[in-house]
């Protein structure tokens, strides 16, 4: 098996491990535990049922060595910690592979009704569990990302956030939160995550405010996919996501702009990779990611599984082909889930 091949095995069926950092719940489509593979972020799934295990630092299948190391995320020393108005940090932000911060700042979405919620989404069931809070201040925000840079080594923050009522969708939420942190953390690399603004201005307004990157996550362009598993966010035509991926690279840049592309939703797989190429050729960066059903999602409740490791080796290796071509690498986002790479196994094949 080609190194690619076997990380999308592991991506889809997991390690038998234990670790100190693990994501359960929350928005996006992973519920893994974090990990270092051959000295690249992976979150990984943490089976007692999976094949793969660890011995001496490496990763074994029965008893063959299958070269790869691995070495599981210290838990963060920040965690231990609370905000001057007395939340623990880690209910602010957590700590995402080994130099990552994350943070979900309204844990709120307006399209979390059954009838309209992303079937792979959890966004919710974090608030719900108290594992987190409902929104997050800019000064609680700045506090943590000061703390987790100086005691734990972050690189880079990534601020997501659930889908708000008015036309901005949340933006000038997180055009504040940038702000607040960055007078904290100078130069800190920053990746915002939103939905298609109905006012593009405000990208402009996240860019002046310091944000290094931008996820505008559309998972699926087959708008057939799109009603079935985002009933909600299918209701922003395809061309709304277009006008605001261009929009974004003309302020931010070419391949500083990322959306979603989720492996195993039912999509055509010729017609997701040629749906890669045309966003590459638009500048926007293809993150391609098995769909992993989390606990709290209608995917799961529902028997929703994986895809097999099969397809998501071939996808992954086709995209990957083509963003080598255009010279696009993730890393070179700064900040942000390409530049992390740790849902996917886009790094491992050249992306």
């Not at 089976?47 to 963060?76: F, M, N, Q």
């Not at 397809?311 to 942000?336: F, H, I, P, S």
């Amino acid at each position: 098996m080609s190194s690619v091949d076997i990380r999308a095995d592991l991506a889809v069926r997991g390690l038998n491990l234990a670790a100190p950092v693990t994501r359960h719940k929350g928005a996006g489509p992973s519920d893994d535990g974090h990990l270092v593979v051959d000295g690249a972020n992976a979150a990984i799934p943490l089976d007692p049922d999976s094949p793969y295990t660890v011995r001496d630092g490496r990763v074994h299948k029965g008893t063959i060595d299958l070269g790869l190391s691995v070495e599981p995320v210290r838990r963060p020393r920040f965690y231990d910690l609370e905000t001057a108005d007395g939340v623990p940090y880690r209910k602010i932000a957590l700590l995402h592979g080994r130099d990552v911060l994350a943070t979900t700042v309204v844990q709120t979405c307006i399209r979390y009704a059954e009838d309209q919620r992303c079937r792979f989404c959890a966004i919710e069931e974090s608030l719900r569990a108290g594992a987190t809070v409902a929104a997050k201040t800019p000064a609680q925000l700045a506090e943590v990302a000061e703390a987790a840079v100086r005691l734990d080594g972050v690189r880079q923050l990534v601020m997501t956030t659930g889908t708000t009522t008015g036309p901005d969708r949340g933006a000038r939420v997180l055009v504040r939160c940038v702000r607040a942190v960055l007078a904290a953390v100078p130069g800190l690399p920053v990746q915002v995550q939103i939905e298609p603004p109905g006012e593009l201005g405000v990208l402009a307004e996240l860019k002046a405010a310091g944000a290094t990157s931008i996820g505008i996550h559309v998972e699926s362009l087959d708008d057939d996919v799109r009603r079935r598993w985002l009933p909600g966010k299918s209701t922003v035509p395809l061309a709304d996501y277009e006008a605001a991926w261009d929009e974004a690279v003309r302020v931010f840049g070419w391949n500083h702009v990322s959306t979603y592309l989720l492996i195993g939703l039912g999509e055509d797989p010729d017609e997701l990779v040629a749906g890669a190429a045309r966003l590459i050729e638009r500048g926007v960066y293809p993150f391609v990611v098995p769909m992993r059903p989390m606990l709290g999602t209608l995917a799961h409740r529902d028997g929703a599984v994986a895809p097999p490791a099969s397809l998501v080796a071939d996808v992954t290796r086709r995209v990957g082909r083509l963003l080598r071509a255009a010279g696009m690498r993730g890393a070179d986002q700064q900040a942000g889930c390409a530049a992390c790479g740790a849902c996917g196994v886009l790094s491992t094949a050249g992306g």
